[in-house]
């Protein structure tokens, strides 16, 4: 249990699991800063965790927190990298022996670490103090204030409800979640005067009541930018996912006035991964959401504008301009566009699959339900990285996870690093060559009929929660008519389009396309919605810079 003094001032936290230590810091700290500080210790990650979840519902503000780095079953470095989810502006202290600096500088890219403190940190006037005074000081000249949370309130089966948590997750949109069965819920329905009948029902930090609102709407009100500010850029990147933010992030920073336009949240399929391991940078791995956000910081430090929640519809070439036209009628224009729309999930096609999506049912690894696994049996669909990074993800709170694969192995789509660790998991099973047949339930997901694809026998199996990922399908259906595609959807660029010598029908250009340049000059692709793409994070990443570079060519041309 976390321990503390001094109720109603602002937080300082320290975690170690030896309490003689976890004493003594809290002692030494209180004896400088428990006039004006609240200190709170904790003597495992678990606890210091719960400690913060209940300072961040009270509206608490913490300030520094120090951890140990040898702990057991969460280390210092898994636990500021939880933390940081609930306390991102703390300034992070890692306490380490000398025997641990490696670690603790490896951490400084894996949790963004202020500062590694070396054990014992005798005298405290000379080793300790001067860096929490530093780490204090910067904390207080930052924006550390927490920003009101968005209400929201729903139930708990609501596929709607479900899509409105999940766009403000993703969105990195602060959020506090009511259910409408609970006290509190109906005492905020009530004051917004709703019968509770048509949900979610939202309430925004300045009072607004919105009901049943759609992603546009939510995004205006939420202080999520849905507006260009200009009517002409450099650049127009369509797709928030990495390819999109690589290239939101080259072209801003190489002076290009560019703009992106995501139709959803930031991150593509990526920012729903758990834990991304195999991206180069990382030994430790890193969340989607944690590498979405970053970028997105990134891109919009170099001055691109980022527009959430704005559905494209059409792609025009305008003598030199490049037109591209939104769901409601409006438009703006660039001298050249990077498509990377990215690709979506394959719908389940079994009976019941559709009436159950949202309500147990999930397309991707659907964050803001993990919780809720805790003890359950989970199913997942899909046998590639997505699948198996869920699958690792969840059996961490599930009482067992089942991966579903049409094919005969693992090893065929998914990495080999990924195929041990789900070996080595006790609570992943694995079934092969097997595909859902139906789904069942009244108002949530109870039952699944599985079906083996060789034998063609069924059964039939408990289950609550169910996440897919199967397939690739490319969001290019808004560009029929307007740049070539391969017969799946996925979008001809450079040599492709040129199998045989020649430009293709309507290249009117003296020069062949570059690259990654579609058939229409001046407009490009990168990532996944590209054929034969790699479907990897750093290869998306790079091809966004790719793309970016060869825009500045074809500028230059123009």
């Known amino acids: ?12 936290l320290t975690v170690d699991d030896d309490p003689a230590v976890s004493r003594a810091i809290a002692r030494d700290l209180r004896r400088k800063y428990g006039g004006d500080y609240r200190i709170v210790r904790a003597e495992s990650g678990e606890s210091a965790l719960e400690a913060l979840r209940e300072l961040k519902l009270r509206g608490d503000l913490v300030a520094v927190i120090l951890a140990d780095y040898r702990m057991p079953q969460m ?10 989810g609930v306390y991102p502006g703390a300034r992070r202290v890692l306490l380490t ?4 600096t490696n670690a603790a500088i490896d951490a400084i890219n894996v949790v963004d670490l202020d500062h590694y403190l070396l054990k014992p940190w005798d005298p405290p006037e000379e080793k300790l103090y001067p860096v929490v005074d530093d780490l204090l000081t910067a904390w207080r000249s930052s924006d550390f204030r927490p920003v009101p949370a968005t209400k929201v309130v729903g139930h708990r089966w609501s596929a709607h409800s479900s899509q409105v948590r999940e766009f403000l997750a993703r969105n990195q949109v602060p959020y506090r979640w009511y259910s409408s069965e609970e006290p509190e819920g109906r005492r905020l329905l009530e004051a917004a005067g709703a019968d509770g009948r048509s949900l979610p029902l939202v309430l925004t930090p300045d009072g607004t009541v919105l009901t049943e609102p759609e992603s546009a709407e939510l995004a205006a009100h939420v202080g999520l930018a849905t507006m260009p500010t200009a009517e002409f850029y450099d650049l127009v990147v369509i797709g928030g996912g990495p390819a999109g933010l690589g290239a939101a992030v080259y072209g801003a920073s190489e002076g290009l006035r560019t703009v992106l336009i995501e139709r959803s949240a930031t991150g593509g399929q990526a920012g729903q991964s758990s834990r991304i391991e195999n991206y180069l940078g990382f030994p430790d791995g890193v969340s989607g959401a944690q590498l979405t ?15 959430t929640a704005r559905e494209v519809t059409g792609l025009e070439a305008n003598g030199a301009a490049r037109v591209v036209r939104f769901s409601d009628g409006s438009a703006v224009a660039a001298h050249s566009v990077i498509l990377a729309t990215g690709v979506s999930y394959r719908k389940l096609g079994a009976p019941g699959c559709d009436d159950l ?8 690894s659907s964050l803001t339900e993990a919780s809720s ?9 899909g046998g590639a990285n997505s699948a198996g990074q869920a699958a690792m993800f969840l059996s961490r709170g599930a009482k067992s996870v089942t991966l579903l694969v049409r094919g005969e ?3 065929a789509s998914m990495s080999y690093y990924l195929v041990q ?14 595909v859902v047949n139906a789904a069942h339930g009244a108002e949530h997901l109870e039952r699944l009929t599985l079906q083996d694809a060789l034998t063609g026998e069924s059964e039939v199996v408990d289950a609550q929660w169910m996440f897919v990922f199967i397939g690739a399908a490319p969001l290019t259906n808004w560009l029929d008519g307007t740049v070539l595609r391969d017969p799946n959807g996925f979008i001809l660029a450079g040599p492709d389009l040129t199998p045989d010598g020649r430009p293709p029908t309507g290249w009117e250009l003296d020069r062949p396309p570059y690259h990654l340049e579609t058939s229409v000059p001046g407009v490009f692709v990168a990532g996944d919605a590209r054929a034969l793409s790699a479907k990897r994070v750093a290869s998306a990443v790079g091809e966004g810079a790719m793309a970016v570079m060869l825009v500045h060519r074809y500028l230059e041309q123009s």
Not at 293 to 301: E, F, K, L, S
Not at 428 to 433: A, E, P
């Open 1 to 12: 249990m976390a321990q503390t003094t001094d109720a109603g001032r602002t937080v300082i």
């Open 75 to 84: 280390n210092g470095i898994e636990f500021l990298e939880e933390a940081i």
């Open 97 to 100: 022996a000398y025997a641990d």
């Open 293 to 307: 956000d970053r970028a997105r910081r990134q891109a919009t430090r170099f001055g691109a504008e980022i527009l």
């Open 357 to 364: 999506t949202g309500r147990g049912l999930y397309y991707g």
């Open 373 to 381: 696994c805790e003890g359950q049996d989970v199913y997942i669909v």
């Open 409 to 411: 192995s693992l090893t």
């Open 421 to 434: 660790q789900i070996k080595d998991a006790p609570n992943i099973k694995v079934r092969l060559r097997t």
